[in-house]
């Protein structure tokens, strides 16, 4: 299986703008140093954060259907 990706590297992925990376531990969800899942959220929602509260409430801040928000 390895030499049928050796014609294939892998791309480095570009990470869009207002998207950053937290590491969560999977059962509680609260932010982990090390370990845990590495998870992408909207910059500024990453569990601990202050805007995170709202996301969690549910409150739609952005003012679109909530299932786009998500895709």
Known sequence: AKSAFQAYPPDDFEVPDG????NVDQTSGHL???GGLRLPFYT????GSST???AISGVNT???DLLKQMF
């Open 44 to 47: 500024g929602t990453e569990p």
């Open 32 to 34: 982990v140093e090390s």
């Open 19 to 22: 998207i950053s990376f937290a």
């Open 62 to 64: 952005r003012g679109e």
């Open 52 to 54: 995170s509260e709202e």
